[in-house]
């Protein structure tokens, strides 16, 4: 029985409502209760915290075409401010466990593609514009179109591949898995830790954490991601104050001095919604908003549906619900992380890990919203998992969705090969947007070749040639001579 129909099945499942919330959030239809809710939220901050750390350090490490930095403190501030809203947004309007925040990928596109020619400013209206335009796709109704104009065994594809694409994120953040120095002499491209084999506490410390995720799973225990995620935090705290572990990455595991933070929202409002034609031309613009929209447009797509599927919430025909909604809210999303400086917001693919806990509903969106919002005043507390005790979480729900892999018809090769490229592309070329791009380009390719152009959809037509202007840009660049 594949995930998509497991939603009646449910212990309790269709159950009369308990109470107002429950009506709204239609936890108890749903085979959900609020403890698990509960639970999954908690699972879905915890995994997707280190955004807290890591998004100030993207942007702030990065000068614009003046030389300017963002201040990290107030990237901080802004980066927990949009989570929160957005996140809570979602929940309410879109009631599904997906939780938001800014996008790794299109932060590092902000910071080092469209910066260096502008001014932060500058910059970040082109994120506000991007948020406007696929808006204004959704309102439209293209946004939603392309995505039930997907053929079912590539969404069942994206979510498989999103599954491996996320344990390799768990393998590459806990230090298990290292790129090969170029000076290393050698084609291999990456290698068990970080000389080939494992050392120092910290990948211990989430090598035990695996082991322990993956066998509370195996008995079924209730919360099990949780508790592996808060089990691994207290060791990892007290292998820091009692060993010589050296650097942790981008969180050290220790109890702060000071648990409360003053937030400083200096940051919010700083955009200049056209300001970039002033300084590139007109073609350039439109590249680089291209390009944010390609990105966040698919990897959303990707994102919505692998986690609806691993939630068990498509419907007969792989349709997610309340999809106009949640595309809408994401898109804002966007635009709020643009007008506050914080890139661009979008759904976050570790929702999963809620979902392994059993959040099913926008409730548990209540819960990681609230912990982000905590965080503007918490931060030095809410920020003391390190990703060696989260990443864990990341590994247990790629296998989750990995699981999804035997509902494609692998014996039918003009479904199985674009598949097959969606599934493979997203972990190694560390994207989303390029694991669906090349099982688009494949899949209509394919249908050409077997005489059945005419049978596929004309958005699939359009949004294949988008994506080959996608993966094309660089010549396209030169041959227009916009660099």
């Not at 209206?125 to 079912?152: K, N, S, W, Y």
């Not at 001095?257 to 940051?267: E, K, R």
């Not at 439109?286 to 419907?315: C, H, N, Q, R």
Request: aromatic residues 8%; proline residues 4%; charged residues 15%.
């Amino acid at each position: 029985m594949s995930r998509t129909q497991q939603v009646e099945d449910r212990p309790g499942a269709g159950r009369p409502p308990a109470n107002g919330v429950d009506r709204f959030f239609r936890i108890s239809a749903r085979g959900s209760t609020v403890g698990r809710e509960v639970r999954g939220g908690f699972a879905t901050f915890f995994t997707m915290a280190y955004i807290l750390v890591l998004n100030p350090i993207v942007l702030s490490g990065a000068e614009d075409k003046f030389g300017e930095r963002l201040d990290s403190v107030q990237l901080v501030t802004a980066t927990a401010l949009v989570a929160a809203v957005m996140t809570i947004v979602m929940g309410i309007g879109g009631n599904l466990p997906l939780a938001l925040a800014a996008g790794l990928g299109l932060n590092a596109v902000v910071a080092f593609q469209i910066a260096p020619l502008m001014s932060w400013d500058d910059a970040m209206g082109l994120v506000v514009l991007e948020g406007l335009l696929i808006c204004v796709l959704v309102m439209t109704g293209l946004r939603e179109a392309v995505m039930h104009a997907i053929p079912q065994p590539l969404k069942q594809a994206i979510s498989v591949g999103i599954g491996l694409f996320i344990a390799f994120i768990g393998f590459v953040d806990a230090g298990f898995v290292t790129r090969v120095p170029d000076a290393a002499g050698t084609t291999v491209p990456v290698q068990l830790g970080g000389t080939g084999t494992l050392s120092g506490w910290p990948v211990l410390v989430f090598c035990l954490g695996v082991l322990l995720t993956i066998g509370l799973l195996a008995r079924k225990v209730r919360g099990a991601i949780l508790i592996g995620i808060v089990t691994m935090t207290a060791v990892a705290i007290v292998v820091d104050e009692l060993a010589d572990v050296g650097s942790w990455g981008l969180t050290t595991p220790r109890v702060p001095d000071d648990v409360v933070a003053s937030p400083d929202f200096g940051l919010l409002g700083d955009f200049s919604l056209f300001g970039a034609f002033g300084q590139v031309s007109a073609i350039t613009v439109v590249l680089l908003v291209f390009t944010l929209i390609l990105s966040d447009f698919f990897d959303t797509m990707g994102t919505v549906v692998g986690v609806s599927a691993e939630a068990g919430l498509l419907d007969e025909e792989g349709r997610v619900p309340n999809l106009g909604r949640v595309l809408l809210i994401d898109g804002a999303a966007a635009v709020a992380g643009g007008a506050s400086s914080a890139s661009s917001a979008t759904s976050y693919i570790e929702s999963a890990a809620g979902v392994g806990e059993e959040a099913r509903t926008g409730f548990a969106n209540l819960v990681t919203g609230g912990l982000f919002a905590c965080a503007l005043f918490l931060t030095p507390l809410l920020t003391i998992v390190p990703m060696q005790a989260a990443a864990p979480a990341l590994v247990a729900v790629g296998f989750l969705m990995m699981t999804q892999v035997k509902n494609i018809d692998w014996d039918r090769y003009e479904v199985a090969l674009p598949a097959f490229l969606t599934i493979a592309v997203m972990p190694f070329t560390y994207s989303i947007t390029n694991g669906i791009g090349a099982g688009f380009l494949a899949y209509v390719t394919i249908q050409a070749v077997l005489g059945r152009a005419k049978e596929i959809h004309w958005l699939l037509w359009g949004t294949a040639a988008l994506f080959l202007v996608y993966f094309a840009i660089d010549p396209l660049e030169q041959l227009l001579g916009v660099r």
